[in-house]
């Protein structure tokens, strides 16, 4: 399939960059961070984004969703990446519309597919428990208990762990820390007992939460996908949330790289534009194409996920580890360009190095993705 966008996705493109350039500019996370909002990102805004069907643009029209595919999920991401967007949209709309349609049972998909389409309902995804990713080095554990199971353990860096409404938690059901077997997912109710949800504050602005699961009961019904097999699954789910954060990563990569030079061509020294030194020049060249490079590694992991969801797995490491190696350089080329005042708050450049480090650790960084993608290979 060739590497370039269909003309409804492009059509998408367009009307998203122009809807987040309107209300969610950058100055809009300035607020965020400077201000008192217990939920880090406006629910007004995700409300109108809901009505645009971004909430369910991969729930099934049935469900009132738009049914768009991951290329569409990777369009809106990109384009958040670019204001650098606060909002539910990965954990609720790509991790948790993908995991219901791809495991939810029927009445699963019938409860809560709409409310996700709907953006009346929010979910995230708790997985990790160390400072690294590591999703078969899970070791919370979810003991039989009469028809039911109580799920006890930590976990942290959950995206909006601290507005969710139900939480997907990956538990040991069999097995130990490290194997890949007997993990099972659960949906759990975030106001259940036994569950304490710690928010932390991120450097990038954002959200995240510790999650503290202490005998929390679980039944039959809660349980998303099969007992014992869920890490294949999650594996699934976590290579569309890769996906979506190297599209995100690389519309922040594309933005900084614009600004930069724009920068470059508004700065004077030694009465000429620094734009026109042969150093800057050189370096500005070479972080264009490995952003080029990054885009078409990108839309070839959101293409294989709606061609190909079982295998792609590779592709998607590559992207995720490919977009953090350029979204990084992409950061750190245009703080260094800007000089001095790229240092500064006064300038936006410096809340893209902060979001891109976060997404960059996010669900595996470049080494985890590499070392991933040789194993794959037989490395």
Request: aromatic share 8%; proline share 2%.
């Amino acid at each position: 399939m060739a590497l370039v966008l269909n003309e409804e996705q492009e059509m998408l493109r367009d009307s998203a960059r122009g809807f987040l350039e309107d209300k969610a500019p950058v100055k809009a996370l300035r607020a965020l961070r400077d201000g008192d909002n217990p939920d880090g990102f406006s629910r007004d805004l995700w409300a109108e984004m809901a009505e645009m069907g971004w909430a369910g643009i991969l729930v099934d029209e049935e469900y009132g969703g738009a049914d768009f595919g991951f290329v569409g999920a990777g369009v809106i991401a990109e384009e958040m990446g670019r204001t650098l967007t606060a909002s539910p949209f990965l954990a609720t709309s790509v991790l948790a519309a993908t995991a219901l349609k791809k495991m939810g049972s029927d009445a699963q998909r019938q409860e809560f597919l709409p409310k996700i389409a709907g953006g009346s309902a929010l979910f995230a995804l708790a997985v990790d428990e160390a400072r690294k990713h590591g999703p078969a080095k899970t070791a919370m554990s979810a003991e039989k208990h009469g028809n039911g199971f109580k799920l006890s353990g930590d976990k942290t860096f959950v995206a909006d762990g601290h507005v969710a409404d139900k939480i997907i938690v990956a538990a040991r059901t069999s097995g130990a820390a490290g194997e890949n077997d007997g993990m099972t997912l659960f949906l759990v109710d975030a106001k259940a007992n036994g569950v304490a949800v710690e928010r932390t504050s991120m450097v990038d602005s954002r959200n995240a939460a510790r999650i503290k699961f202490d005998n929390v009961e679980a039944t039959g019904d809660d349980v998303l996908g099969e007992v014992d097999g869920g890490y294949m699954a999650l594996e699934g789910v976590l290579n569309a949330g890769r996906a979506g954060l190297a599209a995100e990563m690389s519309g922040s990569s594309q933005q900084a790289f614009s600004m930069t030079m724009s920068y470059l061509k508004e700065r004077k020294q030694f009465g000429t534009e620094i734009g026109g030194f042969q150093a800057l020049q050189h370096r500005a060249a070479h972080l264009y194409s490995e952003i080029e490079l990054a885009k078409s590694a990108v839309l070839k992991a959101l293409q294989e996920l709606d061609d190909n969801y079982g295998m792609a797995g590779p592709i998607c490491s590559l992207a995720k580890a490919k977009a953090g190696e350029v979204a990084k350089l992409a950061s750190q080329e245009a703080v260094q360009m800007h000089g001095g005042i790229g240092m500064t708050d006064e300038y936006d450049i410096g809340f893209y190095m902060k979001r891109i480090r976060v997404a960059q650790e996010m669900f595996g960084d470049t080494a985890f993705h590499t070392d991933r993608l040789a194993q794959m290979r037989g490395y």
